[in-house]
């Protein structure tokens, strides 16, 4: 959530930087703050709240400088104060920004007040400063001193660090945290996200894990995790206009669904370590609340109510504590109990959704002790009166119809049951198992959106159907509840999403060779089951639409098609089947002739009951 901004260049650098943290400002932060190195030393500004209040701050008291570093802080260790925002420095010699969470910052600390460094924040991002400095010594080399002091570091970061006796650099460092290089004619930048950079460059460095740069107004010098010098390529981004641009696709929706890759990466970013979930990336309260749950309460509307019913799965399995999952339109309106030890956790897209703003001050006023939200909105009033937000790098969705949003909203949640279940004895080597499914996630999702075309295809055998039933089990069943209601939501297409096994108990009687059903069938341990199911179906008549992989044994025949979706972890499988399901209702809804952006009825964010 952080925003780091870098710059080196023949002329005055704060004007840059401050418009890069602008540009950043969507991400979502508590302070700003920006330093420079012009010869005299370094000139830093810091402030709690807006950019703009560190704009009326430079326009106050001006600073120059032709290199400096700049940042907004989302806070993660210590609460919001001056003290703590960014950038930071240790003895006037050394000053950095940082983006990213140092696990080991307090045994570092120690040893550092050992050594005889004072601490003016309660940040893990000092500590870097103070240990740089300390490992520049009477005479090392800047580079040489990151270099060391990053090797003593655990967690996932990036860097953008500046020396008062060597002003016109910057070194940066990318360990599980973005970072780019801008390329410019004798200027040179760094960035966490390149928007920040897009007024001054066209041209851009994607850093690798474990790289560190450095930059110089004429030169980029760049080494990768073992120390060895490489070139990484230089990539053109065209100017892409704003998020209203749907670019080479024909409506936002579909351009959403193929960003999910992208999406669910950003939101993974800096928030996972080596082999675990980083859990001060939820929140600077995040592990007293997390001691203090014994269980859940979820309360969301619509995809975001489903992405809490595959979370219930995943939490009930991994850590073992009740969790239940309340439509919050309902759940403001019935008497519940309130569980001893209750985290009451909000799902929503837009912050701003008033069923769920209601519920969660419902919840606040039955003592519900501590909430937590799942948001794609920094600023909203969801984010604002909630204990803890975790944000989905999403970006902006525009089409209704949500996907991207639920994807990562998937995705947080994961990390979520993961952080619960390690307080419950979930070993290290689980933990990690799922932490590196988590890595390949994005990989796999985009291997699934080559499925684009054979699904284009299968389209057409739904176009003129009135009706259509979505079948799944476990964690499978919300899954079909969602591409039954993305179906119905954009092609209007009347649809249901029912558990396998529930056919016998009344869906069996509308089974026809007229009503589509789609089956969601992962080779998990219920896939025996569901074969079963199908079975019935099959029998009385009705066409199969299956969503299988190679495990699942599942083979077409007539009256079945069986779509092969990329194998996956079988807990992450929901997010990754949920994205066929999503192209299907896409294309069936453009076959139709619908508005497929802006459905009939329907509000991106319902702001009223």
């Given at each position: 959530?952080c925003?780091i901004?870098?710059?080196?260049?023949?002329?005055?650098?704060p004007a840059?930087?401050?418009?890069?943290?602008q540009?950043?400002?969507?991400?979502?932060y508590d302070s700003?703050?920006i330093a420079?190195?012009?010869g005299?030393?370094?000139?830093?500004?810091?402030?709690?709240?807006?950019?703009s209040?560190?704009?009326?701050?430079l326009?106050?008291?001006?600073?120059a400088?032709?290199s400096?570093?700049?940042h907004?802080?989302w806070?993660?260790?210590?609460s919001?104060?001056?003290?703590n925002?960014h950038?930071?420095?240790?003895?006037?010699?050394v000053?950095l920004?940082?983006n990213?969470?140092v696990?080991?910052?307090?045994?570092l600390?120690?040893?550092?007040?050992?050594?005889?460094y004072?601490?003016?924040?309660g940040?893990?991002s000092?500590?870097i400063?103070h240990l740089?400095?300390?490992?520049?010594?009477?005479?090392e080399?800047?580079?040489?001193?990151?270099?060391?002091a990053?090797k003593?570091?655990?967690?996932?970061?990036?860097?953008?660090?500046i020396f008062?006796d060597?002003p016109?650099?910057?070194v940066g460092?990318?360990?599980g945290?973005?970072?780019?290089?801008?390329?410019g004619i004798?200027e040179?930048?760094?960035?966490?996200?390149?928007?920040a950079?897009?007024p001054?460059t066209?041209?851009?460095?994607?850093?690798?894990?474990?790289d560190?740069v450095?930059?110089t107004?004429?030169s980029?010098?760049?080494?990768?995790?073992?120390?060895?010098?490489?070139?990484?390529?230089t990539?053109r981004?065209?100017?892409s206009?704003d998020?209203?641009?749907?670019?080479?696709?024909r409506?936002?929706?579909e351009?959403e669904?193929?960003?999910?890759?992208?999406a669910i990466?950003d939101?993974?970013?800096?928030?996972?370590?080596?082999?675990?979930v980083?859990?001060?990336?939820?929140?600077?309260?995040?592990?007293?609340?997390?001691?203090?749950?014994?269980?859940?309460?979820?309360?969301?509307?619509?995809?975001a109510?489903?992405?809490?019913c595959?979370a219930?799965?995943?939490?009930?399995?991994l850590?073992?504590i009740p969790?239940?999952?309340e439509?919050?339109?309902?759940?403001r309106?019935?008497?519940?109990?309130?569980?001893?030890g209750g985290?009451?956790?909000?799902i929503?897209?837009?912050?701003?959704t008033?069923d769920?703003?209601?519920?969660?001050?419902i919840?606040?006023e039955?003592?519900?002790?501590?909430?937590?939200?799942?948001?794609?909105?920094?600023?909203?009033?969801?984010v604002?009166e909630?204990d803890?937000?975790?944000?989905?790098?999403?970006?902006?969705?525009?089409c209704?119809?949500?996907t991207?949003a639920?994807?990562?909203q998937?995705?947080?949640?994961m990390?979520?049951?993961?952080?619960?279940?390690?307080?419950?004895?979930l070993?290290?080597?689980?933990?990690?198992e799922?932490?590196?499914a988590?890595?390949?996630l994005?990989?796999?999702?985009?291997?699934?959106?080559?499925?684009d075309?054979?699904?284009?295809d299968?389209?057409?055998?739904?176009m003129?159907?009135?009706?259509?039933?979505f079948?799944?089990?476990?964690?499978?069943?919300?899954v079909?509840?969602?591409?039954?209601?993305?179906?119905k939501e954009i092609s209007?297409?009347?649809?249901?999403?029912?558990?396998?096994?529930e056919l016998?108990?009344?869906?069996l009687?509308?089974v026809d060779?007229?009503?589509?059903?789609?089956a969601?069938?992962p080779?998990?341990e219920?896939?025996?089951?569901v074969r079963?199911?199908?079975?019935?179906v099959?029998t009385?008549g009705?066409r199969l639409y299956?969503f299988?992989?190679?495990?699942?044994?599942?083979?077409?025949?007539d009256?079945?098609t069986?779509?092969?979706?990329p194998?996956?972890h079988?807990?992450?499988?929901?997010?990754?089947?949920?994205?066929?399901?999503?192209?299907?209702?896409?294309?069936?809804?453009?076959?139709k002739?619908t508005?497929?952006?802006?459905?009939?009825n329907l509000?991106?964010s319902?702001?009223v009951?």
């Amino acid at each position: 959530m952080c925003g780091i901004v870098g710059a080196v260049a023949g002329r005055e650098v704060p004007a840059i930087l401050l418009e890069g943290l602008q540009r950043l400002e969507y991400r979502g932060y508590d302070s700003a703050g920006i330093a420079v190195a012009n010869g005299a030393g370094i000139e830093r500004r810091r402030t709690i709240g807006r950019v703009s209040e560190l704009a009326d701050s430079l326009e106050a008291r001006p600073i120059a400088g032709h290199s400096g570093i700049a940042h907004t802080r989302w806070a993660t260790h210590g609460s919001p104060s001056i003290a703590n925002a960014h950038p930071h420095m240790s003895r006037g010699r050394v000053c950095l920004v940082h983006n990213g969470i140092v696990e080991n910052h307090e045994e570092l600390r120690d040893e550092l007040v050992g050594a005889g460094y004072e601490f003016d924040s309660g940040t893990d991002s000092e500590v870097i400063a103070h240990l740089i400095e300390h490992c520049a010594g009477d005479g090392e080399d800047l580079l040489e001193a990151v270099r060391k002091a990053v090797k003593r570091l655990d967690g996932a970061y990036a860097l953008g660090v500046i020396f008062r006796d060597d002003p016109g650099r910057i070194v940066g460092v990318r360990v599980g945290s973005p970072l780019v290089v801008g390329v410019g004619i004798g200027e040179n930048f760094i960035a966490s996200d390149a928007l920040a950079l897009r007024p001054v460059t066209d041209r851009f460095i994607y850093l690798e894990q474990g790289d560190l740069v450095d930059l110089t107004a004429r030169s980029i010098s760049i080494w990768n995790v073992d120390d060895r010098a490489v070139v990484r390529s230089t990539v053109r981004v065209e100017p892409s206009g704003d998020a209203a641009d749907k670019g080479n696709y024909r409506h936002h929706m579909e351009k959403e669904i193929h960003e999910q890759p992208e999406a669910i990466r950003d939101t993974l970013e800096g928030r996972l370590g080596r082999d675990h979930v980083l859990e001060p990336a939820f929140g600077i309260d995040a592990k007293r609340v997390f001691d203090d749950t014994r269980a859940i309460t979820i309360a969301a509307c619509g995809t975001a109510y489903y992405a809490g019913c595959i979370a219930r799965y995943w939490i009930e399995e991994l850590a073992g504590i009740p969790c239940s999952v309340e439509i919050a339109s309902e759940f403001r309106y019935r008497k519940f109990v309130k569980p001893p030890g209750g985290l009451f956790v909000t799902i929503t897209q837009s912050g701003e959704t008033a069923d769920t703003l209601a519920a969660h001050a419902i919840a606040r006023e039955a003592g519900f002790a501590n909430t937590l939200t799942v948001c794609n909105v920094p600023t909203s009033s969801q984010v604002r009166e909630s204990d803890l937000a975790v944000l989905t790098h999403a970006g902006t969705e525009i089409c209704v119809a949500s996907t991207k949003a639920f994807t990562t909203q998937l995705t947080v949640l994961m990390m979520l049951a993961i952080l619960l279940a390690r307080r419950a004895g979930l070993g290290a080597d689980k933990e990690g198992e799922l932490v590196e499914a988590l890595r390949t996630l994005p990989d796999i999702v985009e291997e699934t959106l080559l499925l684009d075309a054979r699904i284009t295809d299968l389209a057409m055998a739904f176009m003129h159907r009135h009706h259509a039933l979505f079948l799944g089990r476990g964690a499978h069943y919300p899954v079909a509840l969602e591409g039954a209601l993305k179906l119905k939501e954009i092609s209007y297409i009347h649809a249901e999403g029912y558990p396998a096994g529930e056919l016998k108990h009344g869906p069996l009687a509308l089974v026809d060779e007229d009503m589509p059903v789609v089956a969601v069938a992962p080779g998990d341990e219920l896939v025996k089951k569901v074969r079963s199911n199908l079975a019935e179906v099959r029998t009385r008549g009705g066409r199969l639409y299956v969503f299988a992989d190679a495990d699942a044994g599942i083979v077409e025949a007539d009256g079945v098609t069986v779509i092969e979706v990329p194998k996956v972890h079988e807990l992450l499988a929901p997010i990754v089947y949920t994205v066929p399901l999503q192209l299907l209702a896409y294309h069936t809804a453009v076959l139709k002739g619908t508005d497929v952006d802006q459905p009939r009825n329907l509000a991106k964010s319902v702001t009223v009951e």
